[in-house]
């Protein structure tokens, strides 16, 4: 109940009237049946705007840190998330993040909306990175089609970091499903699971016109910064 409150009384209509979304391609998520919307990830605030231009309800999944935080400002950001039906997900390997994924295919298998980031975090500088295959897994145990989804402009609104987004109009792009019946069977083939994910965030990139990056974000976070050079002797 707390979602539609948010996203149709308390907080909704006055994120539209404030960032004025504009939104292309909305046509292309189903008013019925499953469907995953993978999305590029480049700022918090993607996960409020882009299921509020979506009529259905857009079950996310978020790091576990986001339900353990301390404090008031803690205590107010596990109530949005629970509030809104997202899924923590523990991000320190594939066989932990197993149970989010095991419980957004339940609810592929309702019938409703799976949304997911696939870089499995925010980039750190705006170009969209190499995709890890818990989509892939989605589509190929759900049978769901893939909806893709770029957010174009939100790092610019709130960059990482920034707790208050700039006034600024939203910008978002649906892209066309992707069908991947055809590898029907196939779950658990690394290699086929890689080739769809490769193809989402290819589809990722041609909608948003940002520098794809085969690497993963998290590595980038956690590279460490380079040593300065010593100074040269006079």
């Known amino acids: 109940m707390l979602y539609w409150l948010l996203k149709y009384i308390l907080l909704g209509p006055w994120l539209r009237l404030i960032w004025r979304p504009r939104v292309e391609g909305r046509e292309h998520v189903p008013d019925v049946g499953p469907a995953i919307i993978a999305s590029n990830h480049l700022s918090f605030s993607d996960s ?3 299921p509020l231009m979506v009529k259905r309800k857009v079950t996310f999944v978020a790091k576990a840190e986001y339900f353990t935080g301390k404090g008031i400002k803690g205590w107010l950001v596990k ?5 809104t039906g997202t899924i923590p997900v523990d991000r320190s ?6 149970a989010a994924l095991d419980t957004q295919l339940r ?3 309702e019938g409703k909306l799976a949304g997911i980031y696939p870089e499995g975090t925010r980039s750190p500088d705006g170009r969209l990175y190499r995709g890890k295959t818990g989509v892939a897994r989605l589509a190929l145990e759900s049978g769901a089609p893939v909806i893709p989804v770029v957010m174009l402009n939100a790092d610019e609104i709130q960059p990482p970091g920034k707790i208050i ?3 600024k109009r939203v910008h978002i792009r649906f892209g066309a499903p992707l069908d991947f019946s055809r590898y029907a069977g196939m779950a658990g083939d ?3 699971e890689r080739a769809i994910t490769d193809e989402i965030m290819y589809e990722l990139m041609e909608l948003s016109g940002r520098e794809y ?3 993963y974000a998290q590595k980038v976070k956690t590279k460490p910064a380079p040593e300065p050079s010593a100074p040269i002797a006079a």
Not at 79 to 83: R, Y
Request: charged share 20%; net charge positive.
């Open 213 to 215: 990056v085969d690497i």
């Open 165 to 167: 987004p700039k006034i």
């Open 48 to 50: 409020i705007f882009m």
């Open 93 to 98: 390997g594939g066989r932990a993040a197993q």
């Open 190 to 192: 690394r290699f086929v």
């Open 79 to 83: 109530m949005f998330f629970v509030g």
């Open 107 to 109: 609810v592929l298998r």
